[in-house]
């Protein structure tokens, strides 16, 4: 199975890329792993909310199939702890799922058709982060995931 994670926009925060290229690093141990970000232009930017989410939306289908397994990472998503995020990574490993991707949105999160997509919606807390932070949080949980599933000391109960 390969794990893509799609983001909207690069990394600004020089402690958040830091941190992500030590856990794609460290990914690479369990899985193919893929990070793909979508450049929005600039004067998108200056744009109303939702022509924003409409336009971000385009450019997702543009690097998803058909087949992938969709998640949105979406505060309005199911909260789960990190050993049931292990078992949803396990139980998508056993259906032969070819493609899993996750998608964090932009600031304003996701367009209609986008969530109308997805197969699954994930939270990662009850409280609202940065689409910055998610991603930085997101690899770790990911890595946390296949410690769990391989018997690995990382995760504690």
Wanted: aromatic share 12%; charged share 25%.
């Amino acid at each position: 199975m390969k794990i893509t994670l799609i983001q909207i926009d690069k990394t600004q925060e020089v402690y958040l890329s830091e941190g992500i290229a030590q856990y794609f690093k460290r990914l690479s141990n369990y899985i193919t792993f893929d990070l793909i970000t979508i450049n929005v232009p600039k004067n998108l930017r200056q744009r109303s909310e939702g022509e924003q989410k409409s336009e971000e939306a385009k450019l997702i289908f543009a690097k998803i199939e058909t087949s992938d397994v969709l998640v949105l990472l979406d505060e309005n998503g199911k909260v789960v702890s990190s050993r049931a995020f292990s078992q949803f990574i396990g139980q998508q490993q056993n259906a032969s799922v070819k493609h899993l991707v996750f998608l964090i949105g932009g600031p304003f999160g996701f367009d209609q058709r986008v969530y109308d997509r997805a197969n699954f919606k994930v939270a990662l807390s009850a409280m609202t982060f940065s689409h910055q932070m998610v991603r930085l949080f997101f690899l770790e949980q990911l890595y946390r995931a296949f410690t769990i599933l391989k018997g690995e000391k990382y995760h504690h109960d």
